[in-house]
């Protein structure tokens, strides 16, 4: 099946910095990805609709200069979190939705944590 | 506003039992809903969806829009079966971005 990687698993940053978070879409090419932000053991909560050559689209109450989306190409799509804060930490889910089996495939997470 | 509720937690059941775990939605639209299951340590994935009327690991959910429910149903529970699951609900087809539901844990005991 279809395999959504995510770069890195685990980040521990200091307060202030900036962390990238990547998504790769292995198996087909994604016009269309998602980002999430799940805490722990709650619902997934979507950010933002990333879109391939496009600005993303941001969920309310989303700000979008503090979660910076990058759709460069049809298998990459990039989460940027800016000057990130104690509040920022969280598990960030990537998915891609694959328009021939029109199934979403997730990303094994990324656990960031901020100090 | 399009929302989906999971009035559950936490399902605790013995092995061999019944399991039903709810879910409501509401949306104004022709609703397309999901069961996706999340195993210990593992990237959630899709158990099932209401389109396709399949019966997946035992599970199956019925899509009833009278109720706007899509509860999930296995006659008899397995500890395999252990697990968080979310109902989602697609809106904007053409878009295809999920509403969650805030999840249930299913904890089945020998």
């Known amino acids: 099946g279809a395999v959504v990687s995510q770069h890195p698993s685990r980040v521990i940053c200091k307060s202030g910095t900036s962390v990238k978070i990547e998504c790769r879409s292995l198996?087909?090419?994604?016009?269309?990805m998602f980002w999430y932000r799940q805490f722990p053991k709650q619902s997934l909560m979507l950010m933002a609709t990333?879109?391939?050559?496009?600005?993303?689209?941001?969920e309310q109450g989303v700000e979008k200069d503090k979660f910076l989306i990058n759709h460069a190409s049809l298998t990459l799509s990039t989460l940027t979190v800016t000057s990130a804060h104690p509040e920022d930490s969280s598990f960030y889910i990537c998915?891609?939705?694959?328009?021939?089996?029109?199934?979403?495939?997730f990303g094994p997470g990324t656990r960031l944590t901020v100090l | 506003a399009q929302r989906v509720t999971q009035p559950e937690k936490l399902l605790s059941v013995f092995k061999g039992a019944p399991v039903e775990l709810k879910c409501n939605y509401s949306?104004?639209?022709?609703?397309?809903l999901f069961w996706y299951v999340q195993y210990s340590r593992q990237r959630l994935q899709l158990l099932l969806r209401?389109?396709s009327r399949e019966s997946i690991k035992g599970f199956t959910a019925d899509l009833n829009k009278g109720e706007t429910s899509f509860h999930l149903k296995k006659p008899f529970a397995q500890e395999e079966d252990s697990a968080m699951y979310y109902c989602?609900?697609?809106?904007?087809?053409?878009?295809?971005?999920?509403?969650f539901g805030q999840g249930t844990e299913l904890s089945v005991k020998p």
């Open positions: 198996d087909f090419q994604a016009t269309t």
């Open positions: 990333s879109n391939e050559g496009s600005k993303a689209t941001y």
């Open positions: 998915s891609v939705r694959d328009s021939s089996s029109d199934e979403q495939f």
């Open positions: 989602a609900l697609r809106v904007n087809r053409a878009g295809g971005k999920l509403i």
């Open positions: 949306y104004s639209g022709s609703p397309e």
């Open positions: 209401h389109i």
